[in-house]
């Protein structure tokens, strides 16, 4: 997960590289006392219960899917009314807008102040949910999460770090809760698990996260509609913008103790020029890290005037998550990010003295 406080972070959860594996202090998947108290308090939630979902600010795939896929199976499941919100903009990037349950998002500013029950979904920590943070101290609360960082807040936890994506704990569940999963809520657990899996080839790939796309996909879902809306699709300036960025790489083999470092930068001017959104810059980090030359690879977008959102990916060699953690950031061994001050040249050398 990354702790970045910085609403403006955009590498927000997403694991362009993996989630982490389970690490020593792993406290291994939820109880049975941890899933019965779920079930219960969603049952408890009653007929006429008000059931806030939440995910972390700038959601991704799987923070978003999660929720959603969630929320559609409870709207059929029981007669429980449903908001499903995060903080901070409510604009989506254009992959995620046409997942399904989109009717149950409401703006942040409009959730309810007394649900009678709290879900959150992806949140590792609750400083990921800004404002929304205060909701859980109205409401019984839990928490379905896949982060070994997760911090523990809220009261019930369904926190399982073994699992690919979120959606794996929601669908476990759901199957405890005995609500079905139709073709609308297969989408959004499916686009959760390609999401975090970067699309099945990542670190936690396991038979069991292919033996729960294969009863995703039973429901008729189309996989290579959702792959092209979900990771092939870019506007044309934005293919343009990509060819500059990329031009303008660094490649620094004596860098990250030899193991080589990577890294280039995207600037607001550079968004402008192109009349591009920063959403298009998530997926620049894809382009980078491929480098075989180099075992991390970072990406530095600007998101004020001497402000930065720095993506950092690890092949293995660097725990780029200790990196982040010692910038004031966060994340996974491979996958981690942190918000720069400066010039550019000052947070690449800042970064460089972390990895020496
Ligand atoms: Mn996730």
Redesign the pocket.
Known sequence: MISVPSPANPLA???SST?GGPTEQDPGGPTEQEWSAAVAAIRAAGPTGRVLLMCHVLP?G??LG?MLGFGLALRRGSEARIQATFPGTTDLPPSLREMPGQELLVPADRAWTDPDLVLCF?VASDSRLGPLAGRLATAPSIVV???ASNTRFGQIHLVDPHAA???VVVEGLLDRLGFGVDQQVAECLYI?LV??TGSFRFDMTTPAVHQMAARLLATGIRPADISRRLFDSRPFGAVQLFGEVLRRAVLEPDSAGGRGLVWTYATLADLERYDQQPYVLEALIDSVRCTIEADMACVLKQVGETSWAVSMRSKGGVDVSRVATALGGGGHRLAAGFTGQGEVSEVIAAIRAEVR
Do not use: C, F, L, V
């Open positions: 959860e997403r694991a989630p991704d799987d923070a999660s992806d999460d896949h982060h994506a979120t959606s959760a999401t975090d």
